[in-house]
């Protein structure tokens, strides 16, 4: 079956760094996104990774492993306006976005 | 640019009644839409996939003549929810996903959802 994995919650402190990993099982693959969703809100594109490697976007950066089935995104000098669900999909053979549950990013000053 | 837009963003039914809920894409042509439902505090979970001039692949476990689907044209989508019930209490996000050069491949680009409550 196709699976995403992914933190449920994780805390940060403002200003500082922090990574949210993601693993991923899909028939085929043809890239990796992230994207943030605020609550209640609809989520909103932040990266996409088709190669292996860092993609550096700001504040935000996004990191692939294919051979691993693995993915980071990386949120440097955290604000709080970073405090959202972070949702990691998968496109598989199919172009079909399979979804993670999303990771809960708390912020605490 | 790539704007979705949904309507209502905030609906309240009775139990029983019907339901539209209309997607548009406003800036460019969406080859394919999407309909996702989220309960709170979990992912979005797709429903169905439609295309224009065809009707909706639905995902397995999902309704297709409770959750009616129509793309009538290239910026349009409806979802309308049949005979409502209290468990269709959800929120309802559309997307939308079109292709062109500088565009990120398969990015869907989401409307700001709807809150269905049927009482």
């Known amino acids: 079956g196709q699976n995403i994995d992914q933190p449920t919650e994780m805390t940060a402190t403002e200003g500082a760094i922090v990574q949210i990993n993601c693993t991923y099982q899909?028939?085929?693959?043809?890239?990796l996104f992230w994207y943030q969703q605020h609550a209640g809100e609809a989520p909103t594109f932040l990266s996409y990774n088709v190669l292996d490697g860092l993609e550096e976007k700001g504040r935000f950066s996004s990191f692939l492993s294919r051979s691993k089935g693995y993915s980071y995104l990386l949120l440097k000098e955290l604000q709080m306006k970073d405090s959202a669900s972070y949702l990691c999909a998968a496109l598989d053979s199919n172009y079909q976005l399979i979804w993670g549950a999303g990771t809960k990013l708390i912020i605490k000053p | 640019g790539a704007v979705v837009s949904q309507h209502p963003s905030r609906v309240i039914c009775k139990s029983g009644t019907s339901v539209k809920i209309e997607c548009r894409s406003l800036d460019f042509q969406a080859t394919t839409m999407f309909w996702y439902r989220q309960f709170p505090k979990q992912s979005l979970m797709l429903m169905a996939t439609s295309n224009e001039g065809s009707k909706a692949t639905y995902e397995q476990g999902v309704e297709k003549d409770k959750f009616l689907i129509n793309h009538a044209s290239l910026t349009l989508s409806t979802l309308t929810v049949t005979s409502a019930h209290p468990e269709d209490s959800s929120f309802y996000i559309c997307?939308?996903?079109?292709?062109?050069?500088?565009?990120?491949?398969?990015?869907?680009?989401f409307g700001p959802g709807t809150r269905l409550t049927v009482t």
């Open positions: 899909t028939s085929g693959f043809n890239g």
């Open positions: 997307s939308a996903r079109t292709e062109g050069p500088g565009l990120t491949p398969y990015e869907q680009y």
